[in-house]
T-cell receptor, first 115, second 113 residues
Framework: AQSVTQLGSHVSVSEGALVLLRCNYSSSVPPYLFWYVQYPNQGLQLLLKYTSAATLVKGINGFEAEFKKSETSFHLTKPSAHMSDAAEYFCAVRGCKISWGKLQFGAGTQVVVTP | DSGVTQTPKHLITATGQRVTLRCSPR?????VYWYQQSLDQGLQFLIQ???????AKGNILERFSAQQFPDLHSELNLSSLELGDSALYFC????????????FGPGTRLLVL
């Protein structure tokens, strides 16, 4: 079965500091992996996705993630945090076989940015 | 703005009642997905429709049902509501049935009293 685990339900970073959000996956098929962001009282917005092309994926708002098969990880980073990055971030993996469309989400990581 | 619309934005109802949530996908998207987000369960996939037909099913209760109409909008029906059904319900859409980016709507917040 497909699953993702996000390490750390809350992360606090200083403005200008590195943002690192951890995601490990389990998949019985080559994974498609996604990072979504949810701002308060809004829906989910796609930050980036990995679909078996380049292992380093660049997304919107300066975020990027690196797929590491040996570590079954897909960690999200941003070199310099901005106040507007305060939100909840979700890692997700696609379903397999007959459930291609299903996204299996992690529990989410709430990011707080301090001045 | 993702292009996916959901109505209503908020819904307050009582236990035992039935409600209908509506979703209009992005123009041209054939797949519609429903997710439930709650504090204790997180984000859970409920069901997917592709061009009017059910494609995949997740943790959807028997009291819940969905359908996709010829104009591709979708409705999620929740009946015999319980307090635990209080949650944020998201609809998402994508162009096809195969794994592609899903675009999420703003959600419907359901409160069951």
């Amino acid at each position: 079965a497909q699953s993702v685990t996000q390490l750390g339900s809350h992360v606090s970073v200083s403005e200008g500091a590195l943002v690192l959000l951890r995601c490990n996956y389990s998949s019985s098929v080559p994974p498609y992996l996604f990072w979504y962001v949810q701002y308060p009282n809004q829906g989910l917005q796609l930050l980036l996705k990995y679909t078996s092309a380049a292992t380093l994926v660049k997304g919107i708002n300066g975020f990027e993630a690196e797929f590491k098969k040996s570590e079954t990880s897909f960690h999200l980073t941003k070199p310099s945090a901005h106040m507007s990055d305060a939100a909840e971030y979700f890692c997700a993996v696609r379903g397999c076989k007959i459930s291609w469309g299903k996204l299996q989400f992690g529990a989410g990581t709430q990011v707080v940015v301090t001045p | 703005d993702s292009g996916v619309t959901q109505t209503p934005k908020h819904l307050i109802t009582a236990t035992g009642q039935r409600v209908t949530l509506r979703c209009s996908p992005r123009s041209g998207d054939l797949s519609v997905y429903w997710y439930q987000q709650s504090l204790d369960q997180g984000l859970q996939f409920l069901i997917q429709y592709y061009n009017g037909e059910e494609r995949a099913k997740g943790n959807i209760l028997e009291r819940f049902s969905a359908q996709q109409f010829p104009d591709l909008h979708s409705e999620l029906n929740l009946s015999s509501l319980e307090l635990g059904d209080s949650a944020l319900y998201f609809c998402a859409s994508s162009p096809g049935g195969t794994p592609q980016t899903q675009y999420f709507g703003p959600g419907t917040r359901l409160l069951v009293l």
